[in-house]
């Protein structure tokens, strides 16, 4: 079968990212660096894994790194206020990385880069917010890119 003549529409289409995993030297001391730096819940816990809850989403820390620190490859966390980020995560050991974003190393390596939920087009559904207790708004931009692709904002 050619791949270009494939109908679109029997295609998978890509929805969204159901988790990321992450690999890290020792569990313990990853639960402990990313505590001192967000609040959150364990979805679950293994001997070498740990599974942090975001909603409908989640991290996955996996015990093993093995490879350098990442350069360019990182992952985009949604944060609802992240005023305080970049000093708890320096007060944490995370190596700050310069650049017009608040992108930090952790000590595995692990390329993070911090963003608002109020400045994204990415939106959760009211009822992931109310399970995570939260009530977060969105830029008027944010919503207008979110309006511009006819998705029409919630409870912003």
């Not at 001997?47 to 093995?66: V, Y």
Request: proline letters at 3%.
């Amino acid at each position: 079968m050619d791949e270009k003549n494939v109908d679109e529409k029997t295609k998978p289409h890509i929805v969204g990212v159901n988790h990321i995993a992450l690999e890290v030297g020792n569990i313990d001391e990853a639960l402990d660096f990313y505590g001192r730096i967000f609040t959150f819940k364990l979805r679950g816990r293994g001997t070498h894994t740990a599974f942090i809850d975001m909603g409908d989403q989640f991290i996955a820390l996996m015990e093993g790194r093995k490879q350098p620190p990442d350069e360019q490859r990182h992952f985009g966390l949604v944060v609802d206020d992240r005023s305080r980020v970049g000093e708890l995560a320096e007060a944490a050991g995370a190596t700050m990385l310069e650049g017009g974003r608040l992108d930090f190393l952790d000590p595995w390596g692990n390329r993070v880069q911090v963003v608002e939920y109020r400045d994204l087009q990415f939106t959760k559904t009211d009822a992931v917010l109310k399970y995570m207790k939260l009530e977060l708004d969105k830029t008027e931009e944010a919503k207008a890119e979110l309006r511009t692709k006819g998705i029409e904002p919630g409870r912003e």
